[in-house]
């Protein structure tokens, strides 16, 4: 019988908050296996946004995101009201406030980086077993490879396998959103765009631009009585037949393929973070903002924070207790007051009375754009220790 493969740190999934605790955690000393049971490039279903914030966590990592062909900066962004009135936010002229890149190519892309980093990654190994003990944490491979490490970093998505495994639960979490996306070709318009259409309050329908005239364009919507799986298809199939989004996407915009939807966990409770030896980090954690649906910029902080956790040393009670007080530190805030800001846009008049805040002055609509692109954290006016 083959000897266990061994490592300080076994990463579950090899999207961006997996990529990003692997080298995290190689940077500092520890020896890292990353496993996913896809084998990349894999499509990722998702709206392909980037935020100031994870600009700037990539750019932590090393990782040139100007490299990627397919990634283009948002030179400016326009909300727009249920009623139809427009407001044009300003975007800093180095593009680094917002970006858009098909999952497609940033995971592909962030796999060989890590690769090329010396990064040990293992592709189409998804995990079959996992036993935890006091000391360590054994995985067997579908493939039958066996794994021994001291940690697990799951970074392994919604429907996670890992904590399936440690719960023995078979139910599939449906999120607290939902959302789907589209890509169109024969779109001529650079700009981003968020629709707040008055049936998908308090969520919203978007145009993300793509190089070469392509376009994202999706909704999410909250889950909610009356919000079925026939009600979402529905809207998926007539949205870019409504005149809101035929005006920004032109009547030569073509669809590539069929919508995909996807759920959006945005339930964050720090008690879910930890689970004996693994930590859970990205939708695995449930961080992804309410408000706007963002996930990969708390996909990579809360993996870095992981392995950051990690490396700190000290007794599992410590690792684990430091690892939920820093995302909490890091994140808890912001979230917490976007889910408080989603229920003031379940109103169609609360949610034109604050577009029409945003639209007061240059002052409001640059701010607006730094706020709602996370250029700085969402609740700062909450907590005092961030003003710098």
Known sequence: MPADLVADILVVGAGPAGVA?????????????????ATFPRDKTCGDGLTA???????RLGFDLDALPSYTAVPETVIVSPDG????????ADGRLAGVVPRLDLDAALVAYAKARDVVVREGAGIRELATTAGAVRARLADDACI??????????????????????????LGTSHAFRQYFSGVDEPRLHVLFERD?????????????????????????PGVTGKSLARVSRELSSRSSIRSVIG??????????????????????????????????????????????AQALKTAMLAAGA???????????????????????????????????????????????????????????????????????????????
């Open 148 to 173: 021994r490490a001291r940690w697990v970093i799951a970074a392994d998505g919604q429907y996670s396998t890992v904590r399936r495994l440690l719960d023995c639960d078979t139910r599939r979490d």
């Open 85 to 92: 009135t427009r407001v044009s936010l300003p975007m800093p």
């Open 21 to 37: 605790a692997a080298i995290t955690a190689q940077q500092r000393g520890l020896q890292t296996l990353v496993v996913d049971k």
């Open 53 to 59: 914030h994870a600009v700037r966590l990539l750019a």
């Open 310 to 388: 990690v490396a700190a040393g000290g007794p599992p009670g410590a690792v684990r207790a430091r690892y939920r007080h820093h995302v909490d530190r890091a994140l808890g805030t912001d979230l917490r007051l976007a889910r408080h800001v989603q229920r003031v846009l379940r109103s169609e008049r609360r949610t034109r009375v604050a577009m029409r805040a945003v639209d007061t002055s240059d002052w409001t609509r640059r701010n607006f754009a730094r706020w709602m692109f996370e250029d700085y954290p969402r609740a700062l006016a909450l907590t005092p220790r961030r003003w710098l």
């Open 200 to 224: 998908l309050l308090p969520g919203y329908a978007w145009v993300f631009p793509l190089p070469g005239g392509r376009a994202n364009v999706g909704f999410g919507v909250v889950r909610r």
């Open 251 to 296: 009547s030569r915009a073509t669809p590539e393929g069929s919508p995909r939807s996807w759920p959006i966990p945005a339930a964050f409770d720090s008690t879910r973070l930890t689970n004996g030896r693994v930590l859970f980090a990205g939708d695995a954690a449930g961080v992804v903002d309410p408000l706007t649906g963002e996930g990969i």
